[in-house]
């Protein structure tokens, strides 16, 4: 199982990007996906998340601006960000929860990480 996310980048203060991340591999099916982000000293936190049930939490930091949605049935996710602030920047991970075919259980899964990066 992978998970890989794009669309990370530089961007000016007030700006917008959207990330994505699809995951790949034996899954049977997913129970979440989200992002969460790691800045330089501090440690990971939530930024949204969002289940198969349409149940969506966002980091009261980012409510109002950022937006989560998916496609579960391509194992998408996406985090839209807009008016950006240089507290934003961050590596951004994937997360999901999902149940493998090989071992028939759930697991919990990382990507890699994508930068953002806020300038003013």
């Known amino acids: 199982v992978q998970l890989v996310e794009s669309g990370g980048g530089l961007v000016q203060s007030g700006g917008s990007l959207r990330l994505s991340c699809l995951a790949s591999?034996?899954?049977?099916?997913?129970?979440?996906m989200g992002w969460y982000r790691q800045a330089p000293g501090n440690q990971r936190e939530l930024v949204a998340r969002i289940t198969t049930e349409g149940n969506i939490n966002y980091a009261d930091s980012v409510k109002g601006r950022f937006a989560i949605s998916s496609d579960f049935a391509e194992k998408m996710v996406y985090l839209q960000m807009n008016s950006l602030k240089p507290e934003d920047t961050a590596v951004y991970y994937c997360?999901?929860?999902?149940?493998?075919?090989?071992?028939?259980?759930?697991?919990?899964?990382w990507g890699q990480g994508t930068q953002v990066t806020v300038f003013s």
């Open positions: 591999g034996n899954i049977f099916s997913l129970k979440f």
């Open positions: 997360n999901a929860l999902l149940f493998e075919r090989t071992n028939l259980a759930f697991s919990e899964y």
